[in-house]
């Protein structure tokens, strides 16, 4: 079932319950097609993506991620920042790698490309039908043993994975801030954005008091500060840095 551009991005939301049916040869390709035909800085396409189909893999990434739909879905991509198959191409060329992926301009690029290439593949998965999940703590959870499981070389990094399958439930849509949080004409906007921020923390806690299936008095502010509390414990420089990563300047 292909859907309209329009419902395609504004009905999505993340999927974690998977019926246990193979996705279509023809759905895959098209996603890889897409995921293939991201836009990239310098068209150096500075990411690469490791599609995970054998089901003890996806086991062993949930139990170190601890997200079942790592092993319940079809199909796991794992996005990648890559600076290895760059320095591959130079040094079959015999041209000099000045080490962009050791200044912070470098690490950003690898990763907006690889999440550029990510949401190709949910805009692409999703426009068949088919539901997606966007899981971060596959960076952050164990990089190290995540980067051993994977194989992955000097100079590669995990930024995301995408959880991707047939849905089993289709959750009550999220509500996402207002557009003028969101968008501004012409300079950064400041207006009232206290006030607005508040009046968006009121309406994620009545989603959370009010949707179908479990509900919670979670609000928006508190459980977004309580998420960077916990992130303030990884140790993403650490783990960047040992793929390669210098991070000089």
């Known amino acids: 079932m292909e859907k309209s551009v329009e419902t395609t991005l504004l009905d999505r939301r993340s999927i974690r319950r998977y019926e246990r049916e193979p996705i279509s040869e023809e759905d895959l390709h098209f996603i890889r097609e897409a995921i293939r035909n991201t836009p990239t800085s310098y068209n150096g396409q500075q990411f690469s993506v490791i599609e995970v189909s054998d089901q003890d893999i996806k086991l062993k990434l949930e139990e170190i991620v601890g997200q079942k739909q790592m092993k319940t879905s079809a199909r796991v991509f794992i996005f990648l920042a890559d600076y290895n198959k760059i320095a591959v191409a130079a040094k079959a060329k015999n041209l000099e790698n000045p080490g962009f992926e050791n200044t912070m301009d470098g690490l950003i690029v690898g990763v907006v490309d690889a999440s550029l290439a990510m949401m190709s593949a949910i805009v692409a998965a999703n426009s068949r039908g088919l539901g997606t999940c966007p899981i971060g703590y596959a960076r952050t959870a164990d990089p190290a043993a995540i980067s051993r499981l994977l194989n992955l070389p000097q100079g590669v990094f995990v930024v995301c994975a995408l959880a991707v399958g047939v849905p089993r439930e289709i959750p009550d849509l999220k509500p996402k801030q207002s557009e003028d949080l969101l968008i501004f ?14 009046d968006y923390d009121r309406e ?18 508190g459980e977004i500060l309580g998420y960077y509390k916990e992130g303030m414990s990884y140790k993403m420089l650490d783990a960047v840095r040992a793929q390669g990563y210098g991070v000089v300047k």
């Open 185 to 198: 004409p012409d300079s950064y906007g400041t207006e009232d954005m206290a006030g607005k921020l508040l």
């Open 204 to 221: 994620f806690t009545e989603y959370h008091a009010t949707r179908a299936g479990n509900t919670s008095d979670k609000d928006w502010i």
